[in-house]
């Protein structure tokens, strides 16, 4: 009967138990109003700052302790990190305390901090780079700042892709090939590797000690040419079963194969070159009009970093929904690629794919009804049951029908 179909289609394909429900809804709530409050909270502070002259009572106190622009920079820039640091505090000790509460979380408060340091140290080091280098060319170029800076991006944006697992990840986690820990699972992984034609190097699959921290399970690509790798979560072992992480696997192979990383460096080119120019244009209008009155006189002094990170969270948080739209779509794609890449290795690729999700969904509290609005904006994958129910409808080896990107062997 036609309307019993459309009946069970409605049902979820991972329900969750009531009680869990009710915390996924709740969680859902709450990192949403973590988001968005987080960030208005920012803008709000960050303006009154501004108003309140801020900019050119720090610029002064760096005015002070030496005549040239290079060492005020070395004093300004730390100062302003450090204060959006502070201001971004609250939202992170909320989110950890949510995260904590709901289980999601089992890292201590004291090794919590321990990372917090960690993290501020690397921001204020990357951050003197990044502004320093930014004012530098809003002084020599005051016209074309924003093109040279969006020039300076790219290399910085390469070269930080291809250091991040060698240098930036290493400080917060422990990286061991997987290949030590567990042989016989790299085993399975080849077969998958092989079945998409690929040959993943076995000191490339790493294993991740995210049970320090988290219970949820996740895996990922990341690093770029001889950095390359994926990265499995160790509490994926302990979540998926055996067919569910092939799965996991696989969708992380497709990042890997289909060229997400590139992919994804290339289409932020194209993004920070119109945010960059959208910056250049509304700092010179906000100096123009408003510099008198906020202790700023130009744009590439030092009067203005607070009025630069203001803009950069408020661009930040527009661009938002950009880079998830595009997120969402190279996810979706590997998605179809873990499923197709697994078909033939498991007696049913379809029920292990969806089955890998239901987990999932169960162990990170996944809404199964996210507001569409905080899918759009803050969702940089789609969510867990429509992911499912996607799963559970694609079925290319139909007659008549091809996979999209790993052809069935013969006979399958
Ligand atoms: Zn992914």
């Not at 990192?31 to 700052?49: D, E, M, P, S």
């Given at each position: 009967?036609?309307?019993?179909?459309?009946?069970?289609?409605?049902?979820?394909?991972?329900?969750?138990?009531?009680?869990?429900?009710?915390?996924?809804?709740?969680?859902?709530?709450?990192?949403?109003?973590?988001?968005?409050?987080?960030?208005?909270?920012?803008?709000?502070?960050?303006?009154?700052?501004?108003?309140?002259?801020?900019?050119?009572?720090?610029?002064?106190?760096?005015?002070?302790?030496?005549?040239?622009?290079?060492?005020?920079?070395?004093?300004?820039?730390?100062?302003?990190?450090?204060?959006?640091?502070?201001?971004?505090?609250?939202?992170?000790?909320?989110?950890?305390?949510?995260?904590?509460?709901?289980?999601?979380?089992?890292?201590?408060?004291?090794?919590?901090?321990?990372?917090?340091?960690?993290?501020?140290?690397?921001?204020?080091?990357?951050?003197?780079?990044?502004?320093?280098?930014?004012?530098?060319?809003?002084?020599?170029?005051?016209?074309?700042?924003?093109?040279?800076?969006?020039?300076?991006?790219?290399?910085?944006?390469?070269?930080?892709?291809?250091?991040?697992?060698?240098?930036?990840?290493?400080?917060?986690?422990?990286?061991?090939?997987?290949?030590?820990?567990?042989?016989?699972?790299?085993?399975?992984?080849?077969?998958?590797?092989?079945?998409?034609?690929?040959?993943?190097?076995?000191?490339?699959?790493?294993?991740?000690?995210?049970?320090?921290?988290?219970?949820?399970?996740?895996?990922?690509?990341?690093?770029?040419?001889?950095?390359?790798?994926?990265?499995?979560?160790?509490?994926?072992?302990?979540?998926?079963?055996?067919?569910?992480?092939?799965?996991?696997?696989?969708?992380?192979?497709?990042?890997?194969?289909?060229?997400?990383?590139?992919?994804?460096?290339?289409?932020?080119?194209?993004?920070?070159?119109?945010?960059?120019?959208?910056?250049?244009?509304?700092?010179?209008w906000l100096v123009r009009t408003r510099g008198e009155r906020w202790g700023i006189e130009s744009a590439g002094c030092w009067s203005s970093l607070g009025l630069a990170l203001l803009l950069a969270v408020v661009l930040n948080f527009l661009a938002?929904?950009?880079?998830?739209?595009?997120?969402?779509?190279?996810?979706?794609?590997?998605?179809?690629?873990?499923?197709?890449?697994?078909?033939?290795?498991?007696?049913?690729?379809?029920?292990?794919?969806?089955?890998?999700?239901?987990?999932?969904?169960?162990?990170?509290?996944?809404?199964?009804?996210?507001?569409?609005?905080?899918?759009?904006?803050?969702?940089?994958?789609?969510?867990?049951?429509?992911?499912?129910?996607?799963?559970?409808?694609?079925?290319?080896?139909?007659?008549?029908?091809?996979?999209?990107?790993?052809?069935?062997?013969?006979?399958?």
């Amino acid at each position: 009967m036609p309307a019993d179909v459309t009946a069970f289609a409605a049902q979820p394909l991972c329900p969750l138990p009531p009680d869990k429900l009710r915390a996924a809804i709740e969680l859902g709530h709450w990192r949403a109003g973590l988001i968005f409050g987080g960030t208005a909270w920012l803008v709000l502070t960050l303006w009154l700052l501004v108003r309140l002259r801020a900019g050119a009572a720090i610029a002064r106190l760096a005015a002070g302790v030496s005549s040239r622009a290079g060492v005020q920079g070395l004093v300004a820039i730390p100062i302003w990190i450090l204060i959006l640091s502070a201001l971004e505090l609250p939202a992170s000790i909320l989110g950890h305390h949510v995260g904590l509460h709901y289980g999601l979380s089992v890292e201590k408060w004291p090794a919590w901090w321990v990372d917090w340091l960690e993290s501020t140290g690397l921001t204020l080091v990357l951050g003197v780079a990044v502004l320093g280098s930014l004012y530098g060319l809003i002084r020599w170029s005051p016209r074309r700042w924003w093109l040279w800076f969006w020039a300076f991006t790219l290399p910085v944006e390469v070269l930080l892709t291809f250091a991040a697992p060698l240098v930036i990840d290493p400080l917060f986690n422990h990286f061991t090939p997987l290949a030590q820990t567990d042989p016989a699972l790299v085993d399975q992984l080849e077969r998958v590797a092989a079945r998409g034609g690929l040959e993943i190097p076995r000191n490339r699959i790493f294993l991740m000690d995210a049970s320090r921290r988290a219970t949820g399970a996740n895996a990922y690509v990341t690093g770029l040419g001889a950095s390359k790798r994926i990265v499995v979560w160790d509490t994926t072992l302990k979540i998926e079963s055996p067919q569910e992480i092939l799965f996991t696997y696989g969708h992380e192979q497709g990042h890997y194969v289909l060229h997400h990383i590139p992919k994804g460096i290339a289409f932020s080119a194209v993004v920070f070159f119109v945010f960059y120019w959208i910056a250049f244009r509304v700092s010179g209008w906000l100096v123009r009009t408003r510099g008198e009155r906020w202790g700023i006189e130009s744009a590439g002094c030092w009067s203005s970093l607070g009025l630069a990170l203001l803009l950069a969270v408020v661009l930040n948080f527009l661009a938002q929904p950009i880079a998830n739209t595009f997120s969402r779509a190279v996810e979706h794609q590997a998605d179809v690629y873990g499923e197709e890449v697994i078909h033939g290795l498991v007696p049913d690729a379809q029920a292990a794919t969806v089955s890998s999700f239901c987990s999932d969904a169960v162990v990170w509290l996944d809404d199964p009804q996210p507001n569409r609005f905080v899918e759009f904006w803050t969702y940089s994958h789609p969510s867990t049951e429509e992911r499912a129910q996607f799963a559970a409808h694609y079925d290319p080896w139909l007659a008549g029908e091809h996979p999209r990107y790993v052809q069935s062997p013969g006979g399958l």
